[in-house]
């Protein structure tokens, strides 16, 4: 799968939040393909397949499957990797970390399985260069910074992107880089397209209007506490 150069819309909710629920997502898939994406990050089999049954862009699968026993959670194992592959994913996107995966699981095999027995892309998710280079030595086909600045390796959080990131990987690896990650204005989007980002994930300020609300309420009381 050759992924095309633009604007990818993550399309996720949680349960407990006012948009969760496969139809809603489905829509927000559509109204984004709509608006010009060139790919949706979808989370879920069921997402994934209510996603796949409307649009024909490329579908970025992953499966958040949570434990006690590691921090690893994005599409940590081959049940979690084959499930999206089945429901219609033709990317999937796995935690390429340098932690430990539940039961002990080796990324390598799980990289193995992934390209081999299920015939699909693999978009690591990395948090920092380090991470990268193993990833692409492993045969990952796109590398994306959605953790940076979410583990306790190397990279401190931020308020925005990690534009920096973005632009040491594009130094780095051969590999197509996807910048994500607190991506929150059309500038940065830019920016990061500008420093050689092949595409760009947008999440939460497309598809999460109580963030978008959120954000402009804490601006205006931030202007009016200022005004007193």
């Known amino acids: 799968m050759v992924l095309p150069k633009g604007l990818i819309v993550s399309c996720q909710a949680y349960e407990g939040d006012p948009m969760f629920g496969s139809h809603i997502m489905?829509?927000?898939?559509?109204a984004a393909e709509v608006g010009g994406a060139v790919a949706i990050r979808a989370n879920s089999p069921q997402d994934v397949r209510a996603i796949r049954q409307i649009t024909k862009l490329p579908i970025i699968g992953l499966y958040k499957v949570y434990s006690s026993a590691s921090d690893v959670y994005i599409t940590?194992?081959?049940?979690s990797a084959e499930s999206i592959a089945l429901a219609g994913s033709d990317i999937i996107a796995i935690d390429s970390t340098n932690r430990v995966r539940p039961k002990n699981i080796k990324l390598s095999d799980l990289f193995k399985f992934i390209q081999d027995s299920l015939h699909k892309s693999i978009m690591a998710d990395i948090s920092c260069v380090e991470d990268a280079l193993i990833a692409e030595s492993l045969g990952a086909d796109i590398v994306s910074t959605t953790l940076s600045g979410y583990t306790s390796l190397r990279r401190s959080a931020l308020e925005g992107p990690d534009l920096d990131l973005?632009?040491?990987l594009v130094k780095t690896v051969q590999i197509p880089v996807v910048a994500e990650g607190r991506y929150h204005e059309p500038g940065q989007v830019a920016?990061?397209?500008?420093?050689?980002?092949h595409a760009v994930v947008v999440g939460e300020s497309i598809t999460r209007p109580e963030k978008i609300t959120e954000r402009y309420v804490k601006t205006i009381n931030s202007l009016l506490n200022d005004e007193k």
């Not at 940590?76 to 049940?79: H, M, S, T, W």
């Not at 920016?191 to 980002?197: C, E, H, T, V």
């Open 166 to 168: 973005v632009e040491e």
């Open 191 to 197: 920016r990061a397209i500008i420093l050689g980002a």
């Open 26 to 30: 489905a829509k927000m898939a559509k």
């Open 76 to 79: 940590p194992d081959f049940d």
